[in-house]
């Protein structure tokens, strides 16, 4: 069975950090294109970072540029998303994403096959 499964939101303060997970099975993990979107609630959901798992290369939207990082660990099938400096706009609800096309600046929600539920992100000002 196909799952991605996110951890790690909550709620901080403006200028906090949070470190999101996502565990992937039942899919081919290995190249392929993960990335992180996240959603507001009355917005469209926006792609905040993306990683290939064949070599590691990352995209970054200019938003989240120097604040969000991308990594990996191919060994558990892990992607995380270390998000520092938070800002208020950066609340929303966070979700994996697999199996889908990299781009820096203009990652689709409608390219990727595989989502996770999602983890609510929560930053108070």
């Known amino acids: 069975e196909v799952h991605l499964v996110e951890s790690g939101g909550g709620s901080v303060l403006a200028g906090e950090s949070l470190r999101l997970s996502c565990a992937g099975s039942?899919?081919?993990?290995?190249?392929?294109?993960m990335a992180w979107f996240r959603q507001a609630p009355g917005s469209e959901r926006e792609g905040v970072a993306a990683?290939?798992?064949?070599?590691?290369?990352?995209y970054y939207p200019d938003s989240v540029k120097g604040r969000f990082t991308i990594s990996q660990d191919n060994a558990k099938r892990t992607i995380y998303l270390e998000m520092n400096s938070l800002k208020p706009e950066d609340t929303g609800m966070y979700y994996c994403?697999?199996?889908?096309?990299?781009?820096?600046?203009?990652?689709?929600?409608?390219?990727?096959?595989?989502w996770g539920q999602g983890t609510q992100v929560t930053v108070s000002s």
């Open positions: 994403a697999a199996l889908g096309v990299c781009s820096a600046n203009d990652l689709d929600a409608a390219d990727f096959q595989l």
């Open positions: 039942g899919y081919g993990y290995i190249n392929n294109c």
């Open positions: 990683i290939y798992t064949g070599d590691g290369d990352t």
